[in-house]
């Protein structure tokens, strides 16, 4: 499965970024598809995901302000970041496991997209 991340940006505190991430796998509506990101000098860290029948957890940090979608047609999932903040800078990256838990340990997912750079500046 390959996974493609884009949508990645530069935006002002406060604003909003779509992140996107395209599956090739055949088996997308059966997997489920989360985020994660890495600002430097920190360990990778769930920030949200998705199952195929659409349940969608979120970690702590996110209060409110992103939401996760899929399009299991067109094999996308979405990343949509609002009220950004400078701490949300970092890299950002799409992952996909097969079953239907979302799961917050990076070992639990089997692909991974290559990442789309975040810049929220104060």
């Known amino acids: 499965v390959q996974l493609q991340a884009f949508g990645g940006g530069s935006v002002q505190a406060g604003g909003s970024l779509r992140l996107s991430c395209h599956s090739s796998?055949?088996?997308?509506?059966?997997?489920?598809m989360s985020w994660f990101r890495q600002a430097p000098g920190k360990e990778r860290e769930f920030v949200g995901g998705?199952?195929?029948?659409?349940?969608?957890d979120y970690a702590d940090f996110v209060m409110g302000r992103f939401t996760i979608s899929r399009d299991n047609v067109g094999k996308t999932v979405a990343l949509e970041m609002n009220k950004l903040k400078p701490e949300d800078s970092a890299v950002y990256y799409c992952a996909s496991k097969k079953g239907s838990n979302v799961l917050q340990e990076t070992s639990s997912y089997s692909d991974w997209g290559q990442g789309t750079q975040v810049t929220v500046s104060s």
């Open positions: 998705i199952s195929w029948i659409g349940f969608a």
């Open positions: 796998g055949d088996s997308f509506s059966l997997n489920t």
